[in-house]
């Protein structure tokens, strides 16, 4: 079963910086596109970062361009997501989600508002000012 667990969500100031985790079970991470997406209430899901099969694809939305980073660690079949210098309109749940579709066949591909076929529960950031 295709299982993705979404962590390191919590409370930071302004400025301050943020790892997330996303576990893949079930299913080998490299194998599969990783996207980060956000979303608060009364507004659209955002896509944020994204990270294709043997990372060959990065994406990152203009919002956090330069100050978010997104990673894999295969061994650890988990990909990150380094958000530094966080500002309060960072605020948000943030999932992580997998879909085989773009990174196959090859070349991998990578999307920020693709709708990706496995989505994992939300993680919870807030940005004080």
């Known amino acids: 079963e295709v299982q993705l667990q979404a962590s390191g969500g919590g409370l930071v100031q302004t400025g301050g910086s943020l790892r997330l985790s996303c576990a893949a079970s079930?299913?080998?991470?490299?194998?599969?596109?990783i996207g980060w997406f956000r979303q608060t209430p009364g507004k659209e899901r955002e896509g944020v970062a994204c990270?294709?099969?043997?990372?060959?694809?990065?994406l990152y939305a203009d919002s956090v361009q330069g100050r978010f980073t997104i990673s894999s660690d295969n061994a650890e079949n988990t990909v990150y997501l380094q958000m530094n210098s966080l500002e309060p309109e960072d605020t948000a749940t943030y999932y992580c989600?997998?879909?085989?579709?773009?990174?196959?066949?090859?070349?991998?591909?990578?999307?920020?508002?693709?709708?990706?076929?496995?989505w994992g529960q939300g993680t919870l950031v807030t940005v004080s000012s």
């Open positions: 990270i294709s099969k043997s990372d060959g694809s990065l």
């Open positions: 989600a997998a879909d085989w579709a773009l990174s196959n066949p090859w070349p991998a591909t990578c999307s920020l508002i693709y709708g990706y076929e496995y």
């Open positions: 079930g299913f080998t991470r490299d194998d599969y596109t």
